[in-house]
């Protein structure tokens, strides 16, 4: 016991904790150590005796039984449904651990005459079925849970908190007599297949950490949003509507990196899957998530544009070209020729035949294709630009160090220009998106975020966007 408490004081004051709670890693760090310590008795083999008592030893199979059922549950679930890694790394640690309980509680049997042997094997024993019951129950729930409207998380707290409490109190009260081990029955094994089965039949839906904008799920209900700001890595994204209110899309990567989009008008966003690492496409309005790709190395994840309306998405990869996805009809079509994508409408393509560059690259052409793919108009084009698309599709707007100007994207001619009177600064200013004014909507270096009149030029700064801004449909 001394040897796991060290061990859990050493995990909780160590800097790099794991748990948010001290007592959880106490907790966590003495299961450690009893478990070592119980390898280390039984390293000679045991005997016949059985030095568990009877109610720690139904303590620790019924402990076992729910854990494994519910792992069991995340495996089986697999074969129908996606289930998120982090989920499938807990079912593994959680029937890892009731294995090696199980094979050391077996092997800490002692040997008839060895009055000494087996006072300290029944002590290892007992507190290590201890150990098991915390480490089962307390692993397995990472592991998914079912969603019960209405029920609440009293039961699991019993089962998780009740149990261990219960079974510390008989490892301090029931000494037992050592008798001769039973034979080995399958019924635990049996009863965690059939629990297991069970559960899969429940419905499985994450609703989310709480938080100020989470709804009751991450489907909550938006309509259209007016912008979309990251929250860091755990927290998801943050997408507001006109009046300031919003929702969280928790399960979305939001850290350095991880693709973002949101339509024009506001009602989907494309983003990436925290934890299938897949591209999914949600409707804000209330829709499911509906995956776009298959899980995919985070070093080599599509760069997703939205059409103006959602109905349109586009995914391009370095080197791999682009696809073209219809996401009413599920049509998929290649443009092996794109390189990147300026913007998408009903029945076109604006792209270009490379990606941004910080030169001028004499080969680069500015693309506008039909929806299956047929190259319409071929013209030269400056990638060092930063082009966005009118939500129509007729212009692209540039923005330079010192002006604003539009372009036919058929022809590559300018249009209007305007001249942009900004603060001299080191990276010219960024185009995002669209205003209903028919403003454009430009970020500089600072992050500093201002409205501009593309026929004039003027400027209106705009005070309540966040840094990293996606925007959707501003008014």
Known sequence: MVAGIGAGIILAFSGGNFYPHV????????????????????????GVVEVLPESLTLMWW???????????AA???SFRHEVAIGQRLWAVVTLAVVLVVHVLL???????????????????????????????LWTAPGSGRPHLPGVTEVPQSAIMYGLPLLAVILAGVDRG??????????????????LAGGLTLLPYEDPGPPGPLAGPQPRAALGHARYASPAGHTDGWHLYDETGDGIQLPQARSDEGAPFALSGDGSHAVYLDRDTGRLMLIGLLGEAPVPLTEPAPSTDVPEPTLSHDGRHVSLTTDGGGTELIDTATGERVHLPEVGRVLGLGPDWVIATTGRRAFTVAPDTELLTLGPQGDVRTRVPFDPT???????????????????????NPRTGLVGDRAPLRLPRQEEPPVPLGWAEDGRLLIELADAEHLLVAVDTGRTEPVEDLPPAVVPGKLA
Do not use: C, H, Q, Y
């Not at 007592?23 to 045991?46: D, Q, Y």
């Not at 019924?62 to 069991?72: E, G, R």
């Not at 698309?389 to 539009?406: I, Q, W, Y």
């Open 62 to 72: 019924a402990a076992a039984v729910i854990a494994s059922a519910v792992a069991l």
């Open 385 to 407: 630009l930063r082009a966005l698309p009118s939500p129509d599709g007729r212009t692209l707007a540039l923005v330079t160090d010192d002006e604003v100007l539009t372009m």
């Open 23 to 46: 007592l959880l890693s106490l907790a966590v760090g003495w299961s450690v150590g009893m478990v070592a310590a119980a390898a280390f008795l039984a390293r000679k083999g045991g």
């Open 75 to 77: 495996v089986l679930r």
């Open 177 to 194: 007599t050592a008798t001769p081990g039973p034979r080995a029955r399958p019924w635990p094994a049996v009863a965690a297949l059939l």
């Open 106 to 136: 077996r092997r800490l049997r002692a040997r008839p005459g060895d009055r000494a042997g087996t006072a300290l094997r029944a002590n290892a024993a007992r507190w290590l079925a201890v150990a098991g019951v915390i480490a089962a």
